[in-house]
């Protein structure tokens, strides 16, 4: 799934939701994710609120992997890159460093919610609440099946 997005200051880019490879690498980051999709997906939620490194390396994966090439409303077109030094950038590259925060925030958003990854989402996600246990019968040793069964003896026969 691709969506085109307007980003604040104007420019122009089209997104997508994490890849399986995105996901897989996120299980690599700092804290132990689940294995099941959803506990995972859950997990990375609640380490992107309490873990600025986890926040960072997915920040930059929805930036450099998620997202086309910027186009900018003056038509230039520069693709999102990573740690590459100002002086070795290309005139179509911009850094994750140069990008305005409100675009990197907007990019961000969009995959986020593509990927089913908001707070919302999250919430919907949950399972119901969990339902008052009633205790089982206590085991029978079948003494009231065979008393039934058997009439008794001092019944009057």
Do not use: W, Y
């Amino acid at each position: 799934m691709r969506k085109q997005i307007t980003l604040p200051s104007g420019a122009v880019c089209t997104v997508t939701k994490f890849s399986v490879r995105d996901l897989m690498e996120f299980r690599d980051l700092p804290g132990a994710f689940p294995a099941e999709d959803e506990k995972r997906k859950e997990a990375i939620r609640q380490a992107i609120e309490t873990k600025p490194e986890v926040t960072a390396r997915i920040f930059t994966i929805a930036l450099t992997r998620c997202c086309s090439p910027l186009t900018f409303p003056n038509g230039a077109r520069r693709r999102i890159v990573e740690d590459k030094d100002l002086d070795q950038l290309r005139d179509d590259e911009i850094t994750v460093a140069e990008l305005e925060n409100d675009d990197a925030i907007a990019i961000v958003t969009e995959v986020s919610k593509l990927s089913n990854m908001t707070k919302e989402a999250g919430r919907k996600a949950q399972t119901f609440p969990a339902q008052p246990q009633v205790a089982p019968p206590p085991p029978s040793d079948g003494a009231e099946v065979r008393s039934a069964a058997q009439p008794d003896p001092g019944a009057g026969h």
